[in-house]
């Protein structure tokens, strides 16, 4: 066992849960043996607390660096915001500069507020809607955050939020009192969506989806959508926390055919530094002035000026264009290794963020995977995030690494029982507590 293993098992006795994010907790990779600490990241390299250096061929940060790990770019402008002082009375003019920038990016819109996290710029976002209609009833597609407004789905149906992203996600801690006042629809499923509609109609204050999901919509699932929140004069709010500057350089609404009223970005919209930014329109977002949106550290300037830098060298080298070679690349080779040893997998997702899954002892597999693929030095699960610090030789080495790992479970899943070559528990899926 490492100093990461070891420095994990004290912070489960002195942090809830042991990690700040459900996703970064090494029980969702390998438990007992995921390095769960680093010492340094550069590029797509990653040392952990024993000096071992590997190559991260999964989430990148969880989606956060779609650059690399501390690109020299956007660290040299933060590094002069330090230096001339990150906070102050008076006002960062990088929050302008960000404005004119994004609304220059989605022309649709008028105005920007900020956040230095996803789950908070969700959360402002829900609330300029309920401050603009004056309603209570958010409808909602996919995965949004932490906060009580998404949670309270589940104060209703515990279940409700199985099908959008994780399973047992408990609302304990939520005011019963929120109860009836945030309803699911699952993406494409437009006749589920209209029956909300139908049922709770003018109590609906807002609209709110994922631009991407892990399917092809059908065209009118948007139209639908577009139909219904105008006729109710209610904004459509789009979750680009994920899906943001990945497809292009803006929200990925611009390229599916997606027309909100609010788009909601963070993660790599600044390169692994906190960011987040709230886009809409004047009429709906003019609502912040008449509700109480407002916290000391959304101004410091860090955030912004990270933004700015992430975005300028995305339009300079056509950074998307790389991270979708980078993932489509990826998704045919796994297909291929899959092919070539008789392994049943499902690879889906946009490009930029890819995933695939063994059909038979998924858990199991998955956990062999990332164990044998963490021996050969990758940090890999069944997810792989592009990012521009991945170059062809990381590609091309990471393919033929997955595809001896890929043959070794093909061997031992003939044998019938792989769960014997595993070197601990079986990696968690959804949330668990851990005590």
Known sequence: MGKGQELYKKAKTLIPGGTQLLSKRPEQFLPEQWPAYYSKAKGCEVWDMDGNKYIDMSFMGIGACSLGYADDDVNAAVKQAIENGNMCTLNSPEEVELAELLLELHPWANMVRYARGGGDAMSIAVRIARAATKKDIILFCGYHGWHDWYLSANLAD????????????????????????????????????LELIQQYGDRIGGVVLEAVRNLEPDPDFFAVLEQETKRLNVP????????????????????????????????????????????????????????????????????????????????????????????????????????????????????????????????????????????????????????????????????????????????????????????????????????
């Open 158 to 193: 515990d279940n409700a939020l199985d099908g959008q992203l994780l399973p047992g996600l408990s609302p304990v801690g939520v005011s019963r009192g929120m109860k009836g006042t945030s309803y699911p629809f699952f993406y494409d499923n437009k006749e589920q969506f």
């Open 236 to 435: 459509l709010i789009v979750d680009e926390v994920s899906s943001g500057f990945r497809l292009n350089t803006g929200g990925a609404h611009l390229v599916i055919g997606l027309h909100p009223d609010i788009a909601v970005f963070a993660k790599g919209i600044s390169n692994g530094y906190a960011m987040g930014a709230i886009v809409g329109k004047k009429e709906f977002m003019d609502a912040a002035q008449d509700t109480f949106i407002s916290s000391t550290y959304w101004t410091e300037s860090i955030g912004p000026v990270a933004a700015i830098a992430t975005i300028r060298k995305m339009l300079k080298y056509n950074v998307q264009e790389h991270l979708m070679y980078c993932g489509k690349f990826i998704q045919k080779g796994w297909t291929d290794l899959a092919h070539k040893y008789g392994l049943e997998i499902h690879v889906g997702s946009i490009y930029p963020m890819s995933h695939f899954n063994f059909k038979e002892k998924s858990l199991i597999l998955k956990t062999l995977f990332t164990q044998e693929m963490l021996k050969k030095g990758y940090l890999a699960t069944n997810a792989y995030y592009a990012s521009y610090a991945h170059k062809q030789e990381h590609l091309d080495a990471y393919l033929n690494a997955a595809d001896d790992v890929f043959a070794f479970i093909a061997r031992v899943l003939a044998e019938g029982d792989p769960e014997n070559y595993l070197n601990g528990p079986i990696c968690q899926s959804g949330f668990k507590r851990l005590s």
